[in-house]
Structure formats: structure tokens, C-alpha cells
């Protein structure tokens, strides 16, 4: 299976508590996307790698959530001290950057319940 | 105002009709579009991608782009109660740029 991969695919666990999700994406896509969708919206950005570097973050996120693409691969998502308002589903994507291209493909995503 | 919008539906057409999703942005310099479909529980997928002003076709799927209007559309034609879904409407800067989603319009394609 070549596309983008996520993990797990479920996670529940209590308030307070963190978690790291992870994305593995198509092998030769320079960059990847962090995204959270809740019901009946669509997805909202997070954040966003060009190979290693992060190249922005978006203002709704609070300093609870950090992401890493070490090495330019692979990414971690980890949301500290969850709170209910966390449950939401996590998608991740990637891309190849080739000038005004930038046809993302999505994972399965994360589905993140916080009780 | 919201960068992408949509509007949420329901979308309601008979198989075998044509539907047609319609999309604006306020962003003007956005270069990059995209369609994608999702089911319930599911992940989006991509459907249609278009960068310049007009018409891009594949198979029963038609995408149409106007900039002058910042508008954005995609026709279904022929529609099939396996095409029942939300579909979403994407924009982008291009370039090192983010892409943003609109909320999606749900699409039930009655038998």
C-alpha cells in the first residue's frame, strides 16, 4: 500500500491524559498536512511540513499541540492534557510541491475520543 | 468571512440527473482547486483538481472555474446513489501556501 498512512486508527482515553498520533506519508511527497474535522465541518488546518521544516501553524491551535517531521519522513502529532473539546478526527495528508500542484491525498485519520 | 464556502445542504437529486456543487473564495490570489469526495466515517478523497479558467472533464465528472467570479463548481452527471457523499471544495495559494476547505455540501442521490 503506497498512500498515506495513519496510527492508530482509534484512540479513546481520559481527560488529561496524552497522546501521539502518527502519519506516514506517500513516500516521495515533500510535504504534509496535519488536519482535525469534527462533525459536519469540514477539515481545519493545523499545520503544515516542507520535508522537515514547519512552515506554519495555525493561530486555533493552542500550545498543547506540537508536531515533528523528523528527517523529513514521518510525523507525530502529540496533543498534551487532552480535553473533551480535543474528540474530533485528525487527518493527515501529503503532497508533492511542484509549483501551483499541490494535490494533497488524505490517510484514513485518526478518530480521537476524549471521555 | 470564510476563505472557502459552501453550502452545507442537503442536496437532493434523482439517479440519473445531474447535481451541481457550487463553491466561492474570497482569497483572489488562490491559483489551485480542488473537489473531493467524502463518505460517512471516511477520510476525503480527490476528485477533481483545476488551476486555470473553464471547464476540466473526467468521466462523469465535470469541474468549471471562474476567477474573475471566484466561483468554483463541480457537475456530477448522470448520478448514481453511490455518488451520495459530502463533497468539499479546496482552495490554495499555491506555491508554499496551505490548502483551505470549505464545510462541504451533502449530496443524496435518491433511486
Known amino acids: 500500500d503506497t498512500g498515506v498512512s495513519q496510527d492508530p486508527r482509534h484512540k479513546i482515553t481520559k481527560r488529561g491524559q496524552n497522546v501521539t498520533f502518527r502519519c506516514d506519508p506517500i513516500?516521495?511527497?515533500?510535504?504534509l498536512y496535519w488536519y482535525r474535522q469534527t462533525l459536519g465541518q469540514g477539515p481545519e488546518f493545523l499545520t503544515y511540513?516542507?520535508?522537515?521544516?514547519?512552515?506554519?501553524k495555525s493561530r486555533l491551535l493552542s500550545d498543547r499541540f506540537s508536531a515533528e517531521r523528523p528527517k523529513g519522513s514521518f510525523s507525530t502529532l502529540e496533543i498534551q492534557r487532552t480535553e473533551q473539546g480535543d474528540s474530533a478526527m485528525y487527518l493527515c495528508?501529503?503532497?508533492?510541491?511542484?509549483?501551483?500542484?499541490?494535490?494533497?491525498?488524505f490517510g484514513q485519520g485518526t478518530r480521537l475520543t476524549v471521555v | 468571512q470564510k476563505e472557502v464556502e459552501q453550502n452545507s445542504g442537503p442536496l437532493s437529486v434523482p439517479e440519473g440527473a445531474i447535481a451541481s456543487l457550487n463553491c466561492t473564495y474570497s482569497?483572489?490570489?488562490?491559483?489551485?482547486f480542488f473537489w473531493y469526495r467524502q463518505y460517512s466515517g471516511k477520510s476525503p478523497e480527490l476528485i477533481m483538481s483545476?488551476?486555470?479558467?473553464g471547464d476540466k472533464e473526467d468521466g462523469r465528472f465535470t469541474a468549471q472555474l471562474n476567477k474573475a467570479s471566484q466561483y468554483v463548481s463541480l457537475l456530477i452527471r448522470d448520478s448514481q446513489p453511490s455518488d451520495s457523499a459530502t463533497y468539499l471544495c479546496?482552495?490554495?495559494?499555491?506555491?508554499?501556501?496551505?490548502?483551505?476547505f470549505g464545510i462541504g455540501t451533502k449530496l443524496q442521490v435518491i433511486p
Open positions: 479546496a482552495s490554495s495559494q499555491g506555491g508554499y501556501q496551505k490548502v483551505t
Open positions: 482569497d483572489r490570489v488562490s491559483q489551485s
Open positions: 483545476i488551476y486555470s479558467n
Open positions: 495528508a501529503s503532497s508533492l510541491e511542484a509549483g501551483m500542484n499541490t494535490e494533497a491525498f
Open positions: 513516500s516521495e511527497h515533500n510535504r
Open positions: 511540513f516542507q520535508n522537515e521544516a514547519q512552515l506554519e
